[in-house]
């Protein structure tokens, strides 16, 4: 079965800590080049130490290449596959020396961010290709993943988990869906895309779909998480926890959260939902639920297989929304922040 020209698959995530000792290198390898001193580092560090220092993002991905290489035996996909992180062990550049070793030309990068954006995609580009060019001329052509956000197996396994919290809720007359993703500063978001503000757009219309898929006909909202940065920056908001607020303001008796910017339970989602959203939630007297992140099964791995088979097999698209896909590698794609407009010639 013809693979079209590609021999691997390179799973690409952000990588987490795995032990207390790990987590301020760790901090540092996700912040390098900001400035950041290692004052404010130990305080996000705390939130990490909460959990014994351990993401649970390298464990997640351990178990998605477990049942992705079953899903491929499976599915006639003759394709290793290869793991390679951003920010901690296994690095995408020593994932990179192994396949230019093993003799791979041509990979496909399954990212683990379904959204488009600098920080969602266009960083996720930049570092492959800063590990292709640490190893050098023989380093693979590696290609990356469309934006899944509409991917029938992504929204089903968020509408399974928002079915199980809301089906915990006896009267839903005064029950708020509320859906997060992390915020990300204005002109990120404005650079988004061919038109910009992609990012908010993709991340309305997977709720929207989320919600109607888990038969939710009342009223949701969507909100943003996990904001940094200075205050005089703006970014995203509402914030979720003052959305909690003007909910609580507005007779909402119980929320339902579902974290539909994140593929997994990690830290931002652990410790900005699970406490400090569910602290405020209790303050304001509001019955807070959180629904879970796809599980790893059908939906997610079945997920996947589709995504690579698109580009392996010639498979038709799987998407249940209406906007636009674009190419998410062409160059000056969501570039971190807007660029200068040129100087206006005033000629004399």
Not at 73 to 82: E, K, M, W
Not at 83 to 102: E, I, K, S, Y
Not at 314 to 325: E, F, I, T
Request: some cysteine; aromatic content about 8%.
């Amino acid at each position: 079965m013809t693979m079209n020209g590609y021999d691997a698959v390179l799973l690409v995530s952000f990588g987490g800590p795995e032990g207390p000792g790990d987590v301020l290198p760790f901090l540092r390898n996700v912040t390098r080049g900001r400035g950041i001193p290692d004052e404010r580092l130990a305080e996000v560090a705390e939130h990490y130490y909460h959990f014994g220092g351990i993401s649970p993002i390298n464990q997640w991905c351990r178990e998605v290449l477990d049942a992705l290489r079953q899903e491929f035996r499976v599915s006639g996909i003759d394709l290793p596959i290869y793991w390679g992180n951003r920010n901690w062990p296994p690095m995408l550049v020593d994932a990179v020396t192994q396949m230019t070793g093993d003799g791979v030309k041509r990979a496909l990068a399954l990212c683990t961010s379904a959204y488009g954006s600098y920080s969602s995609c266009r960083q996720y580009v930049e570092d492959i290709n800063a590990a292709r060019a640490a190893v050098g001329d023989t380093a693979p052509v590696i290609d990356k993943i469309r934006h899944f956000f509409d991917h029938p197996g992504f929204v089903g396994g968020f509408a399974d988990q928002l079915k199980k919290s809301l089906g915990q809720i006896e009267d839903q007359s005064k029950t708020r869906v509320v859906f997060t993703a992390h915020s990300i500063p204005d002109v990120m978001d404005e650079c988004s895309g061919p038109e910009g503000a992609r990012y908010s757009d993709q991340v309305a219309e997977a709720a929207a779909l989320v919600a109607e898929h888990a038969g939710w006909h009342g009223l949701f909202d969507v909100v943003w998480q996990s904001r940094s940065g200075p205050p005089s920056m703006p970014w995203l908001a509402p914030d979720i926890n003052d959305h909690l607020k003007a909910l609580a303001a507005d007779d909402v008796d119980t929320v339902v959260v579902s974290p539909v910017g994140f593929l997994s339970d990690h830290i931002e989602v652990l410790w900005d939902l699970d406490n400090e959203a569910k602290d405020t939630a209790a303050e304001l007297g509001l019955r807070y639920l959180r629904a879970g992140t796809p599980e790893v099964g059908a939906d997610l791995v079945g997920m996947f297989r589709d995504l690579v088979a698109e580009r392996v097999l010639g498979a038709p698209l799987q998407r249940l929304g209406k906007l636009p896909v674009w190419d998410p590698t062409v160059e000056g794609c969501c570039p971190a922040r807007r660029p200068p407009a040129p100087e206006k010639h005033r000629g004399r």
